[in-house]
C-alpha cells in the first residue's frame, strides 16, 4: 500500500515562494506517475498541477504552473517536492500528492491515481 504524507503549506503573500514535500512509502517494484494536484475552496474538482513519471523522471505542467512551479523527486529521500514561486491569490488551495502505478498522461486526471496524501494547505494573500 502506498502511503503518502505532505507537508510544507503555508500563508505567504502575492510573489512568494513555498516548497511543498511530500513523503512517500510502499512502493512496489514498479514505476509510476506521481503528481500534485490542489483543488481551491469551493470547486469540487482536483487540478492536475504538476507530474512526473519514475521511469523516465519525465515531467509536465499545468499551463497555469508552467515557468513558476518545478516538480522533482529525490529517489534516495522517496520524497516528492513542489517548489512554488510567483505566488498568486488563484493559487490558493489545498494541495495533494498522488501515486499510480503506472505511465503519464496529460492531462493528468484525478481519477486515474488510486494513492492520495491528506493534503496541505496554500494561502496567498493579495
Known amino acids: 500500500q502506498v502511503h503518502l504524507v505532505e507537508s510544507g503549506g503555508g500563508s505567504v503573500q502575492t510573489g512568494g515562494s513555498l516548497t511543498l514535500s511530500c513523503d512517500t512509502s510502499?512502493?512496489?517494484?514498479?514505476?509510476?506517475?506521481i503528481a500534485w494536484f490542489r483543488q481551491a475552496p469551493g470547486k469540487g474538482r482536483r487540478e492536475g498541477v504538476a507530474h512526473i513519471y519514475t521511469g523516465t523522471n519525465t515531467e509536465a505542467y499545468a499551463g497555469s504552473a508552467k515557468g513558476r512551479f518545478t516538480i522533482s523527486l529525490d529517489n534516495a529521500k522517496n520524497t516528492l517536492y513542489l517548489q512554488m514561486s510567483d505566488l498568486k491569490p488563484e493559487d490558493s488551495a489545498m494541495y495533494y500528492c498522488a501515486a499510480a502505478p503506472h505511465g503519464c498522461w496529460y492531462p493528468v486526471s484525478a481519477t486515474d491515481f488510486p494513492y492520495w496524501g491528506q493534503g496541505t494547505q496554500v494561502t496567498v494573500s493579495s
Open positions: 510502499g512502493y512496489t517494484d514498479r514505476d509510476y506517475c
